[in-house]
């Protein structure tokens, strides 16, 4: 399992914190997504043979916001 750290802009309540949890736990290969809504950030556990980084992006876009950051 790899650690990845994204810096999520335009999340600004609890239920954006929500959104954005939600939206990267039904990808395919999230074991699990957490945020933090004060520092605009999601710590993501992932397996790397079943989901990409393109594929975060994409997620936290749908669900409204913008992916600023991985690392």
Excluded: P, W
């Amino acid at each position: 399992m790899q650690k990845a750290t994204l810096k999520i802009a335009g999340m600004s309540c609890n239920h954006c914190k929500m959104s954005v949890e939600k939206a990267l736990k039904e990808l395919d290969g999230v074991a699990e997504a957490v945020v933090n809504l004060e520092e605009g950030t999601a710590q993501v556990t992932y397996d790397l043979g079943k989901v990409t980084t393109d594929q975060f992006q994409r997620a936290v876009e749908d669900a409204g916001y913008q992916l600023v950051e991985l690392y």
